[in-house]
């Protein structure tokens, strides 16, 4: 008898063209497929709670998927693991009703962007955060943050990935500093295409002075994607959880 598995999966996005299994290349979707159907004889397509970018990483991604099984649950993690690259890993394994969706049945998410704000790159730290050699302001960059606290439309600040809407509710947009790393926490019901690494590029610039903490509030307003940018670079971005009503 099929059942319904709900995992938590975390990877390093580095080496992968994103989440979402494509023709050709590696994706974190093509590599879970085929571990489940490696070990379980059964070709399976999972659901995940979001489609994380190539180079995004993740520590709370939220996968389903519906398999037959004769052993354990704790026994399908263990060869599951066994059997995955090096660079992903399910950190935990229940099954769960038919009907539970890792998307659409989420209410909140969150993720982390880390910056290591320091002269000199460090080539151990270059996977996991952004390098931004020139001094930030902090506490510029903090002011800036909370004005995306609240229900905004989002426009220019990213793409809807289903249906056309681009408001969005963000719970937590805060900034942590310890020496020199920064990081970057954001929490909201769902998120736009690209819309953390756009919030993080625009927090950067408010940081080196190029715009004032009160001028985000004028960009979200004006909904132009054009005055928004760059994105910081996908490395150092990463999901770290997905919350769900149960």
């Known amino acids: 008898m099929e059942l319904r598995y709900r995992a938590t999966v975390e990877y390093d996005g580095t080496d992968f063209l994103g989440f979402q299994v494509q023709a050709r290349g590696r994706t974190i979707q093509g590599e879970l497929e085929k571990a489940i159907e490696r070990v379980t004889q059964k070709q399976v397509r ?3 709670a979001g489609r994380t970018d190539a180079g995004v990483h993740a520590s709370g991604q939220v996968i389903a998927f519906d398999v037959s099984w004769r052993h354990t649950t704790p026994e399908l993690q263990r060869a599951l693991n066994a059997v995955l690259p090096v660079d992903i890993a399910i950190r935990d394994l229940t099954t ?5 969706h890792p998307r659409f049945d989420a209410i909140r998410r969150r993720y982390r962007y880390t910056i290591l704000n320091q002269p000199v790159r460090s080539p151990l730290g270059m996977r996991y955060a952004h390098h931004v050699p020139e ?5 510029a960059m903090r002011e800036a943050s909370r004005q995306f606290i609240g229900c905004h439309d989002y426009a220019a600040f990213g793409k809807p990935t289903q249906g056309e809407s681009t408001l969005r509710e963000v719970m937590q947009a805060e900034w942590f500093a310890e020496g020199t790393l920064l990081t970057f926490e954001i929490t909201a019901n769902a998120f736009l295409y690209q819309m953390v690494r756009n919030i993080v590029g625009t927090l950067v610039r408010v940081g080196r002075g190029e715009l004032a903490p009160g001028e985000v509030t004028a960009l979200l307003e004006a909904g132009e994607r054009a005055t928004v940018g760059p994105p910081a670079p996908a490395r150092g971005l990463c999901l770290m959880g997905v919350e769900y009503a149960d």
């Open 96 to 100: 769960t009703y038919f009907t539970f």
């Open 46 to 48: 999972i659901l995940g």
């Open 135 to 139: 001094p930030l302001d902090v506490e």
